[in-house]
């Protein structure tokens, strides 16, 4: 004998309540409306969790209706848009299952049979209450003959039926729960996907955030292979809120923290974590990655990578990526300012008004038009300071490793020194490749112009700040304007540095690209690339956790190895197989380091700025193949 699986309609098959729709076409225009569909809808659920009887219920509500026959056709329309989310993406399953399927509801067949026969749930199948109208067409109340007008009906209606087999409820009320109570129903699914009902969920077998946990319960066809509920995402670092409600939206499971977390802290919370969000002060060490049981995915809401062992990733399937143009605009405009305030003196004069001195003067104050700025590194920051430079009328010269196309008129040095010998103001915009440690010593500093401005929004390690404490107490620059340093607390408190009390020193704590605008870049795309991704056949990006075969379809083929922003990202096979290989591309570094492997391929067709796209992609698969039990084991964490 098989099984039999009873669904619930209300709130379960569909978002809503449906007389609480109704409710909002019938009473359009009454003055009273809002107050008399929150009386409804509080009968609603004093029935449902078995306060009053149901018969009580419908009765009080239908009063209140005050409904017409031909407003039935209005709430069909609108109910056909509000199917839950999990059902409309799972519809393959109720036409595969139909023979097994029955609707029990204390609804009406007037507007369920409708909806619900476009999942291929025939009328017979259907079991609901039916209206009675008067001569006018108007709704007086309900067949008291139906069996399931009367309290706790559904059990009498189910007991009917006289189901062989295993019989699964599934409903978002304690009213469903009774079948399982009077021993009609084997198991209770509490469906919380639209509504989270206590009393049901307290008495369930299974709480069901959606049906595609009750299809993976039962190794059903599905539309994901694994309930994205089940996968936990963990956000440090202050992530702007809408990544977290992206995410939830989504289905997945997702604890924020706003600051970082010491590797300690780090350990204790990620045994559980299949994703991992942070920004530039977490460090993902060997050691934080061996306590991760479940590990799939490392998301860097920012540019660099350093503060994740990427080998270490690699080696244990995790895929790593980065944002490398959230914030460009962010740290461009920061760039600028400081530009501006270093040579108009800026903040000398502001401290003496603060202190209750007038000092107007223009002694080495000038205008930034004509000067000449040199840009170290051109990658996505600095192309973008070299065009707004030349749009204020500076003069560019730019210096990289890497044969950068100038824009506009900027002009590119052949070596670091011929750069420094010609800029007014040196802005540096490397990566954060280890290899430019230190990079700007007394050396550097003792070949730039007498004067000059020197800019750091890079990395703090690639400056040594002693050597630059010296060049600007000697006279030797004129000023500069500091962003990062050698080493950075983890959260807000206390903070020491030799550049302090120095007049000609713009300080700032690490806020380059600490704008909300940067903030919420990343869920911006996110939210668009997530409307693209959707219309692919794969219905998605997907997660292949196992070897990916030579003849992998779009289903089969790893789907975030679309997730690579050409060269910019930082990608990983999950399943750490030996067909796709990694690779980092920092190209627009002044020491690019260049990692053994392949740029993966985009099997998607499109590619990903932004960590949180991936994120909410993790996970899920279209096509549920025979490698899903490999799968299923990596993703529960089993060893």
Known sequence: MGKNYVFDFDSTLTRVEALDVLAEITLEGNPEKESIIEQIKEITNLGIDGEISFTESLERRIRLLKAHKNDLAELVTRLSAKVSPSIVENRSFFSQYSEDIYVISCGFKEFIDPIVAAYDIPSEKVYANTFTYDQDGYITGFDRMNVLSAHNGKIDCLKNLNLRGEIQVVGDGYSDYVMREAGIADKFFAYTENVQRQKAMAHADHITPNLDEFLYINDLPRNISYPKHRIKVLLLENVHPQAFEHLTTDGFTVETVTSSLTEEELIEKIKDVHVLGIRSKTQVTQKVLDAAEKLMVVGAFCIGTTQIDLMACKKQGVVVFNAPYSNTRSVVELAIGEIIMLMRRIFPRSTEIHNGQWNKTASNATEVRGKKIGIVGYGNIGKQLSVLCEAMGMQVYFYDINDQLALGNATKCNSLNELLAIAD???????????????????????????????????????????????????????????????????????????????????????????????????????????????????????????????????????????????????????????????????????????????????????????????????????????????????????
């Not at 103001?425 to 112009?449: G, I, Q, Y």
């Not at 050597?467 to 807000?492: F, M, T």
């Not at 993790?618 to 084991?633: K, N």
Request: aromatic share 4%; hydrophobic share 40%; with cysteine.
């Open 425 to 639: 103001v040196v802005s540096l915009h490397v990566d954060d490749n280890k290899a430019n440690t230190d990079l700007f010593n007394a050396d550097r500093f003792s070949r730039m112009k007498k004067g000059a401005l020197f800019i750091n929004l890079a990395r703090g390690f690639v400056v040594d700040i002693p050597a630059l404490v010296a060049a600007l107490k000697s006279g030797h620059l004129g000023g500069a304007a500091v962003d990062v340093y050698p080493w950075e607390p983890i959260g807000n408190g206390p903070f020491e540095t030799e550049l302090r009390g120095l007049d000609n020193v713009i300080l700032t704590p690490h806020i380059g690209g600490s704008t909300e605008e940067a903030r919420l870049e990343p869920e911006k795309v996110a939210d668009g690339e997530r409307r693209h991704v959707e219309g692919l056949d794969a219905h998605g990006l997907v997660v292949v956790l196992g070897g990916v075969r030579e003849d992998r379809d779009l289903g089969e083929a790893l789907g975030v190895e679309g997730l690579a922003d050409r060269a910019h990202a930082t990608v990983h096979h999950v399943a750490g197989g030996d067909d796709v290989c990694a690779s980092t591309g920092l190209d627009h570094g002044l020491a690019a380091e260049d990692l053994d492997g392949l740029v993966v391929e985009d099997d998607a067709g499109l590619r990903v700025h932004d960590p949180v796209v991936a994120v909410a992609a993790i996970g899920v698969e279209s096509h549920v193949c025979e490698e899903r039990e490999l799968r299923e084991a990596r993703l529960e964490g089993a060893q």
